[in-house]
């Protein structure tokens, strides 16, 4: 009988200790990020997460990662290249904020950009006009109407 506790027991914390292996805190590190229904780009969005939200992480699957936000009642999938396992503090004093970033640094690094790789980019190819990707940037498209569109195009 004390073999079978001891076995319950051990493969007990074996299960805990599996079962929290993925769990972890994470970051948002886009200006914005949308939590979908499904780990897919064309799942549902059922949430938008801004830069510095904090998720707690529980699964991957295919570069999407199950995240939970329980003080905002969020539950859903990102995209793995909008999170960082960074703790992102945005509140002034914070330990570990040195300076804060601008908007157009916001904004690169919603791209995957900073300063210094959109400028060598620029001089690598400076014939390049960037205005319509300067306007691209600027569209915005409901989501209810994506998934109208989606599905009247028969997509999935």
Not at 9 to 38: D, E, H, K, P
Not at 58 to 71: L, R, T
Not at 83 to 111: H, N, R
Not at 125 to 141: A, C, G, L, S, Y
Request: hydrophobic letters at 40%.
């Amino acid at each position: 009988m004390k073999q079978i506790k001891t076995g319950f027991y051990v493969i007990t914390v074996i299960c805990l200790i599996t079962a929290t292996a993925f769990a972890a805190n994470m970051s948002v590190q886009v200006r914005s990020g949308q939590v979908r229904s499904t780990p897919s780009f064309m799942g549902k969005v059922v949430a938008d997460l801004v830069y510095g939200d904090q998720v707690i992480t529980s699964e991957e699957q295919s570069g999407w990662i199950k995240i939970q936000v329980p003080a905002k009642g969020i539950n859903g999938w990102m995209h793995s290249s909008a999170l960082s396992t960074k703790k992102i503090e945005l509140k002034a004093g914070s330990a570990g904020v040195t300076q804060t970033a601008s908007g157009q640094e916001l904004a690169l690094a919603g791209k995957g950009f900073n300063k210094q790789v959109e400028n060598e980019f620029k001089a690598k190819h400076p014939n390049m006009d960037f205005t319509w990707i300067d306007r691209m940037e600027k569209f915005q498209v409901n989501p209810n109407e994506m998934q109208r569109f989606l599905k009247q195009g028969g997509l999935q």
